[in-house]
């Protein structure tokens, strides 16, 4: 079992920028992916960025690409994402997931364990 604790989320301006961390327990063997994913009010949740065991491969969705930065230290069991120049269209629940597998995918599905999430805000 793999616990996830989100933290940093809050309210912030247009343009602003938020740094989002997410914890990992449990499990302290075996390789595996973290990602974030968003949910806005009313929408489905949507693959925001992940990051492999490594960290030497990312993928991003196109709607954060060049602003959202995703990192993780495995000394600290930490990943984090990095939100600049947010938009308000950026507003939703932002939780953690892990893979037990080597890269990220998009698909929430494939995904073995969740956070509860941390809020993100973003107002116009």
């Known amino acids: 079992q793999v616990q996830l604790v989100e933290s940093g989320g809050g309210l912030v301006q247009a343009g602003g920028s938020l740094r989002l961390s997410c914890a990992a327990s449990?499990?302290?063997?075996?390789?595996?992916?973290m990602s974030w994913f968003r949910q806005a009010p009313g929408k489905e949740r949507e693959f925001v960025a992940g990051?492999?065991?490594?960290?030497?491969?990312?993928l991003y969705a196109d709607s954060v690409k060049g602003r959202f930065t995703i990192s993780r230290d495995n000394a600290k069991n930490t990943v984090y994402l990095q939100l600049n120049s947010l938009k308000p269209e950026d507003t939703g629940v932002y939780s953690c997931a892990a893979r037990l597998r080597i890269y990220p995918v998009v698909n929430d599905s494939e995904y073995d364990y969740w956070g509860q999430g941390t809020q993100v805000t973003v107002s116009s």
């Open positions: 449990g499990r302290s063997s075996g390789s595996y992916v």
């Open positions: 990051i492999s065991w490594s960290g030497r491969s990312t």
